[in-house]
Structures are given as structure tokens and as C-alpha cells.
Antibody
């Protein structure tokens, strides 16, 4: 099992960013995917979850309205788009595989993608 | 949202020590709790799920206990590779939330 994320991004305030997460080594649609971020020197913040089978999502209130999580089953890839970026969105963004569908236990993680928001 | 509070925020210990980290939930989460280990520059690693179930491949010196609101992660005999930051996470209900982390440092 491996999750491989896209590379780092530098964005200006107000812009949008999309991070991808390509899955290898398992049946993609059998396991949910969450996105978790970590600001520099800070703790972990769960952003949301997507059911990779039917596309159902659940987002934390903090980013709801600015985030969209999608999947492309043909390529075993999950995407996280964050819009109207602010400086406090600067963080390492991780995708993580749920141990089942929606237990919330993340047994495999991507390598992380640093998103820097700066003018 | 359910708030998760870890203590202590840091602990200094030596190889061979027994180390315990606690996590308290702001409401009853039954056994919907995980523990992760994170080393600098790396993604977190799942150690314990369902409060006390050891993840496959994780050494048996790690153990988890508790239910309801109060939980504990114990490292029975600290090894050099265990110096890291540990996070608890509740998964009782969306939004899933993490504790602020506990750094295990060299004494």
C-alpha cells in the first residue's frame, strides 16, 4: 500500500490549490480517504473524508465552503481543492487511507505536500 | 466538535523507561480512539486503534487502554527509535479531532 502525493505549491492569498494523492497496492474504492493538514510546528488537523466508492464527503466546519474532495477511480487518485487561500492555510497536507471505510483510523499516509500561501 | 486534551505536552525520558501519555475527551467517545507516532519531517504512523488494539507490525511495548473519556498510551520500555511526538485522535463522530500532541524527548 502506498499513497503518493503531488509536489509542493506556493500560492498567493485568494488563490486555489489542488493536491493529488495516487494510491497503489490495494483496491482504491474499498477504503475511504481523509485529508489531514499540519501547520508548521503545530498539531494535526483533520479536514475531511471522502467515500471513494460513491463520492460522499464530510468536511470539518472550519474549511467547509472552501474545500472540495473528489476521486478519479480510473486512475486511483484522490484530489483536495482548497479555495480562497489565506496565510493560515500554510501547512503540510497529507492524504490518509482509512483502515476500513469510515473508521477514522488511518493506516497508510501520503508523504505530505507543503502548501505555502504568501504574497 | 469533540475536544481532545493530551498530557503532558512533553516528557523527558531515558531508554528503558516506562512512559505513559494520557488523552481526555470532552465527551464520551466509547473506544473510538487512535494513537499515532510522528517523527520530524515524516507522516504519522498508526500505533493503536479502537483504544487498545495494536496495529499490525507495531512492537508490543506499545499498549493502549481506556474507554469513555480517559485514555492512556504506554510504552513499556522506551527504545531509541521511540523518541517522537504522539497524538491521540477521536473518531466517535465527525469532525474527527486530534489531541495537541506529546513530545517524548531524551532526558
Amino acid at each position: 500500500v502506498q499513497l503518493v502525493q503531488s509536489g509542493g505549491e506556493v500560492k498567493k492569498p485568494g488563490a486555489s490549490v489542488t493536491v493529488s494523492c495516487k494510491a497503489y497496492g490495494y483496491t482504491f474504492s474499498d477504503f475511504g480517504i481523509s485529508w489531514v493538514r499540519q501547520a508548521p510546528g503545530q498539531g494535526l488537523e483533520w479536514m475531511g473524508w471522502i467515500n471513494t466508492y460513491n463520492g460522499n464527503t464530510n468536511y470539518t466546519q472550519k474549511v467547509r465552503g472552501r474545500v472540495t474532495m473528489t476521486t478519479e477511480t480510473a486512475t486511483n487518485t484522490a484530489y483536495m481543492e482548497l479555495r480562497s487561500l489565506r496565510s493560515d492555510d500554510t501547512a503540510v497536507y497529507y492524504c490518509a487511507r482509512d483502515q476500513d471505510d469510515s473508521t477514522g483510523y488511518f493506516d497508510s499516509w501520503g508523504q505530505g505536500t507543503l502548501v505555502t500561501v504568501s504574497s | 466538535d469533540i475536544q481532545m486534551t493530551q498530557s503532558p505536552s512533553s516528557v523527558s525520558a531515558s531508554v528503558g523507561d516506562r512512559v505513559s501519555i494520557t488523552c481526555r475527551a470532552s465527551q464520551d467517545i466509547s473506544s473510538w480512539l487512535a494513537w499515532y507516532q510522528q517523527k520530524p519531517g515524516k507522516a504519522p504512523k498508526l500505533l493503536i486503534h479502537a483504544a487498545s488494539s495494536l496495529q499490525s507490525g507495531v512492537p508490543s511495548r506499545f499498549s493502549g487502554s481506556g474507554s469513555g473519556k480517559d485514555f492512556t498510551l504506554t510504552i513499556s520500555s522506551l527504545q531509541p527509535e521511540d523518541f517522537a511526538t504522539y497524538f491521540c485522535q477521536q473518531t466517535k463522530s465527525f469532525s474527527w479531532t486530534f489531541g495537541q500532541g506529546t513530545k517524548v524527548e531524551v532526558k
